[in-house]
């Protein structure tokens, strides 16, 4: 049960803070700065070349396409409403 608790912590520390995806399940290994240095906080789908890819998204639209996503691969309710309330809480979207 530890070893599943201690997992669940590590990915909680490096999630895109855009989207809420665990860093590592990243094909490029996280999004680029503008030097070209993976970033450490945001993933590829949402950050690249040290810019958000879409500036305008909102808070509402993002945990829409998240809750997509999960519904997409049979995710239970808990799991979306979970990932729904952690956006929140995401450097991108506390202000």
């Keep these: 049960m530890w070893k599943a608790i201690r997992r ?11 989207c809420g995806m665990p860093l590592r399940f990243d094909p490029q ?3 680029s ?3 070209g ?3 450490p906080h945001w ?5 690249a070349e040290g810019a958000l890819r879409e500036p305008g998204l909102s808070l509402p639209e993002m945990q829409a396409r998240v809750d997509g ?3 997409k691969r049979k995710a239970g309710k808990f799991a979306r409403l979970y990932m ?7 450097r991108r979207w506390r202000r």
């Design 8 to 18: 669940q912590m590590e990915l909680e520390r490096h999630r895109c803070q855009s």
């Design 37 to 39: 240095t993976r970033s």
């Design 43 to 47: 993933c590829s789908f949402c950050y």
């Design 69 to 71: 996503l999960l519904r």
């Design 33 to 35: 700065e503008a030097d």
């Design 84 to 90: 729904r309330l952690r956006l929140r809480t995401l």
């Design 29 to 31: 290994g996280g999004g």
